[in-house]
Every structure is written in structure tokens, then in C-alpha cells.
């Protein structure tokens, strides 16, 4: 089951990298006790717009959904909790445990999800028992995250690739140089990463 659920995870998690971390997408999950908006279309709210595909393929694959309407929001940030759900859903987490964090009342959309990425080891907080789940995400925890999930492992020195490198937190360092030696990830054309960016 575990392996299916990573094997799952690695196939779409292409789709997420280029959704998320070139410009983005918005997961909009439902309060507990609302119906799963099954019927609802697939909308981009926009016309033309660069990451129609990608979105769509996750969209198509259950990972990311729209509001009740279907518009998929292409340029609203994200936050932390969206992306631990879109996370979870991607490697078929589901075994969650005790609420760690001080944050977090249990009552939330997203207390579960929190709870899940808890327990499988990639999801800590922001320090002192915090989640900070509706904070907007940084294009450095984004990396962190998924380099986690993926194991991938880097060297934690100062990259030469980018401009801004000394900007790196030292917990995101590992996970960008790793992301970026598998070419997973790009920095902008001026050769900054911009780690502190918000992704939408």
C-alpha cells in the first residue's frame, strides 16, 4: 500500500513542482460535514493562462480541486495547510495521530491534514509547537517539503547557482541544492531564487 501510494506520488508530483513552484496553485478543501464537490467543473478563471495543463492533470487526478464553482484561483497564494493537503493526497497519506501544535485546535479543515503529515515526517511546524497553517508558503518550504517526501538529498554549503544563495535558510539550504541538481526546480532568468517568495 505504502509503495503504490509513493509510486502514485512520484507521478504526479512533476505536475506539482511546475504547478506550484514556477507560479502556483490554490487547493480550496471543504469544512468537515460539506459534500465533496464531485460535480463541479474545471474552470481556470482566467483565459490562456500558462499552467492550465498542469493543473488540470492534478485536477483530473484528485489532487487539487477547485471552489464550489470549480475556478482553481491560479493566482491566489497559497498557504501551509493547502499544501500539506495537496501533499497528503499525492502520496495517499492517511494514518494521522495527536495534534502537536499549539496552533491548532483540532476543529480546522486542516487539522487532520497537519496531523498526517505529523506523523509520516515531513511536516514539523515553524518551531515551539507551532504550524503557522495559514501562513502564506515560502518557495523554500515548498522545496523543503517535497525534497522530504521524495528523500532527496543535497549538500548543505552555499550554492554558487544562484545569486541570492546566502539568503537560504539553513534549513532549506540541503533542499534546494538537491532540487535543483535533479533540475526539478529553476530559479528566475536573473539568477536569483527568491526563497522567500510566496508561491500562488
Not at 61 to 90: C, H, L, Q, Y
Request: hydrophobic residues 35%; proline residues 4%.
Amino acid at each position: 500500500m505504502y509503495k503504490s501510494a509513493k509510486a502514485r506520488g512520484k507521478k504526479v508530483i512533476g505536475g506539482i513542482l511546475c504547478g506550484l513552484l514556477m507560479a502556483g496553485q490554490l487547493l480550496l478543501p471543504q469544512a468537515p460535514g460539506m459534500q465533496e464537490v464531485l460535480a463541479a467543473p474545471f474552470t481556470m478563471g482566467t483565459q490562456n493562462h500558462w499552467a492550465e495543463q498542469y493543473m488540470r492533470k492534478l485536477f483530473d487526478e484528485g489532487i487539487m480541486r477547485g471552489d464550489i464553482n470549480g475556478n482553481m484561483n491560479p493566482d491566489r497564494k497559497i498557504t501551509r495547510a493547502e499544501f500539506v493537503s495537496i501533499i497528503n493526497r499525492a502520496f495517499g497519506y492517511k494514518v494521522s495521530g495527536k495534534n502537536p501544535f499549539k496552533d491548532v485546535k483540532g476543529t480546522e479543515w486542516y487539522a487532520n491534514d497537519l496531523s498526517i503529515a505529523y506523523q509520516q515526517g515531513y511536516f514539523s511546524g515553524s518551531g515551539k509547537n507551532m504550524a503557522e497553517p495559514m501562513s502564506n508558503l515560502t518557495r523554500e518550504q515548498a522545496v523543503t517539503l517535497l525534497c522530504r517526501n521524495l528523500n532527496l538529498e543535497g549538500e548543505n554549503r552555499e550554492s554558487f547557482r544562484f545569486q541570492d544563495s546566502r539568503n537560504f535558510q539553513s534549513w532549506s539550504r540541503e533542499a534546494i541544492n538537491a532540487a535543483t541538481q535533479k533540475n526539478v526546480v529553476a530559479g528566475y532568468k536573473d539568477g536569483t531564487f527568491r526563497p522567500s517568495n510566496s508561491i500562488t
